[in-house]
């Protein structure tokens, strides 16, 4: 419990974020999962991305990303075929899992209800960035063929602009994923932490109970457009993959900036309880309780 909005999201913040523990069990796999690529297709190369190897993943949330680094010599023109014989070779390590092809990754559901997902993206090396100091690889491209993507960049990029903000960037991401998350809205979270690094970019201080709102306004104000890759790799980084889903990620984050807005409003006037009460509907229920 809480009684004030900052304090509630502080708390909101560390709830948020995985023990040391937690980390440890939802990467359990990842040795099962590697020795059986090498066995199957020559992968020497396994490391960890996304949301989980940069600090903004969500608790109890965001799955555990792996580039699967392929040798040239086994590459596919198809990334439809190679995230086939990608699943079918981790189904016959792991023949009880439920194992599905998400583009560009495939999904290995562990543990009671997919406690524990883990991604496996196939990855091609293609070389150097312009600046020379990152890996590009080429992965599968949602619809078909592939496109170039930079892991290492693309955290640096993010934990850099996190780190000329005091370090308050990536909870601001991790709030953001935690409304996508807790209210179903079909936005990727590579988008997100893009698209909040980018305009974090440009304040000058981070103040949650402030700027969860600014940053919605953001989204609903932009629609969710297409964004430049601020590093150069993957090109145009779009919100979803289809309109519908795009148009359906609009109205979720239209209604969620709405009750932030009511939150403000009742905070202004005093109504702390009544504060409370708008952003635990933002956070679809688990905002921390007033008193």
């Not at 079909?186 to 940053?215: H, N």
């Not at 309109?243 to 009511?262: M, P, Q, V």
């Amino acid at each position: 419990m809480a009684t004030t909005v900052t304090a509630a999201f502080n708390s909101l913040v560390s709830n948020l974020t995985r023990s040391p523990g937690e980390t440890a069990y939802m990467a359990s796999h990842r040795e099962s999962v590697q020795q059986k690529l090498k066995n199957a297709f020559g992968v020497t190369y396994f490391f960890g991305t996304g949301s989980n190897s940069n600090g903004t993943s969500v608790r109890y949330w965001s799955d555990v990303d792996y580039f699967a680094s392929i040798p040239v010599a086994v590459q596919q023109a198809d990334s439809a075929y190679m995230l086939r014989r990608i699943k079918d070779a981790l189904k016959e390590r792991f023949p009880s899992t439920y194992i599905h092809v998400e583009a560009p990754a495939v999904v290995c559901e562990f543990g009671t209800d997919g406690a524990e997902k883990l991604e496996v993206v196939p990855a091609y090396y293609h070389g150097r960035d312009s600046s020379d100091k990152y890996n590009v690889y080429k992965i599968p491209r949602v619809g078909g063929g592939w496109i170039k993507s930079g892991p290492s960049a693309h955290n640096g990029y993010v934990t850099g602009v996190n780190g000329s903000l005091n370090g308050r960037v990536k909870p601001l991401i991790r709030l953001i994923k935690a409304i996508k998350y807790y209210n179903n809205i079909p936005v990727t979270s590579f988008y997100l932490e893009l698209r909040v690094a980018k305009w974090a970019a440009g304040e000058s201080t981070i103040d949650y109970k402030y700027d969860v709102r600014a940053v919605l306004n953001h989204l609903v104000s932009s629609g969710l457009a297409q964004m430049v890759d601020p590093m150069g790799i993957s090109g145009y980084v779009p919100a979803a993959p289809t309109d519908i889903r795009r148009d359906d990620a609009i109205s979720k984050f239209t209604t969620a900036l709405n009750r932030a807005r009511h939150a403000r409003e009742a905070e202004d006037k005093g109504d702390i309880k009544g504060a409370f009460e708008y952003w635990d509907k933002v956070f679809n229920g688990r905002f921390p309780a007033y008193g």
